[in-house]
């Protein structure tokens, strides 16, 4: 497979690169995550201390070309997620090709431990969606449905699998995960995984930190096989994009 140099492609071809591997007729559930060279998830708690430009650029152009952004709540309140905007060119671009201006923030919350005023809620450009189960607290999921749409999947955990096919009946067929750890975790044990984002920081962060993914073992115990879509390089950064196979 060809490297691509990430600065020979603008943001409209790389936006096009992006959206022609995810066909909107296709429902298709991509994620997105910035790894060290030995794995790291994070440096000093968060990912930030991994991401650069190259990485940061790639970031904001999936958000351009999904129906909606998936992010546990625990990566919401770490990483200081704000209100879900795009500028104005980033909106054009969404509209013109039949998107809404802006994508809906789906935060995935077993606890519901989130406050209805957290600026990626009580700011959010279009009314977002929180994603629980039956056992959360009826308070809780009382003041957040001030700010947002509350689905209930599942018994005592979130049932991801009915949660992203209710997402679907949406009309939220492109689906893009930031993580966290666990939330990917969850979507791999479910086989919800389609696509993975994988930018690899040229860094050692030695021992300490945790992996992209975490949680417990699924059941079937089966490894999820992907095949390697596309390559592109900025300096000494690699930005991996792998799919099903088959």
Not at 189 to 209: F, K, R
Request: glycine share 10%; hydrophobic share 45%; net charge neutral.
């Amino acid at each position: 497979m060809r490297i691509t140099e990430l600065d020979g492609l603008d943001d409209d071809a790389l936006a096009t690169r992006f959206r022609a591997a995810s066909p909107a007729n296709e429902p298709r559930l991509r994620v997105n995550f910035v790894t060290s060279l030995d794995g790291a998830v994070s440096v000093d708690g968060r990912s930030a201390g991994l991401s650069g430009p190259a990485d940061q650029r790639v970031f904001r152009v999936l958000r351009m070309v999904c129906d909606a952004l998936i992010v546990g709540a625990g990566t919401l309140r770490h990483e200081g997620y704000g209100a879900l905007r795009l500028d104005e060119r980033r909106r054009t671009w969404r509209e013109a090709r039949g998107y809404p201006a802006y994508p809906t923030l789906v935060v995935v919350s077993g606890d519901l431990d989130l406050a209805p005023v957290h600026p990626a809620l009580a700011g959010a450009p279009v009314r977002p969606i929180v994603l629980t189960h039956q056992a959360s607290r009826a308070d809780r999921r009382s003041a957040l449905a001030e700010v947002a749409d509350i689905m209930v999947y599942g018994e005592e955990a979130v049932d991801l699998t009915a949660g992203v096919a209710a997402l679907r009946e949406r009309g939220l067929r492109q689906l893009l995960c930031e993580g966290g750890p666990h939330l990917l975790g969850a979507l791999t044990a479910a086989d919800l995984v389609d696509e993975l984002c994988l930018t690899l920081s040229p860094l050692l962060a030695g021992p300490g930190a945790g992996r992209i993914t975490a949680g417990p073992q699924p059941v079937d115990n089966a490894v999820r096989r992907l095949g390697l879509r596309d390559l592109l390089k900025a300096g000494d950064v690699l930005l991996l994009r792998y799919g099903r196979t088959g």
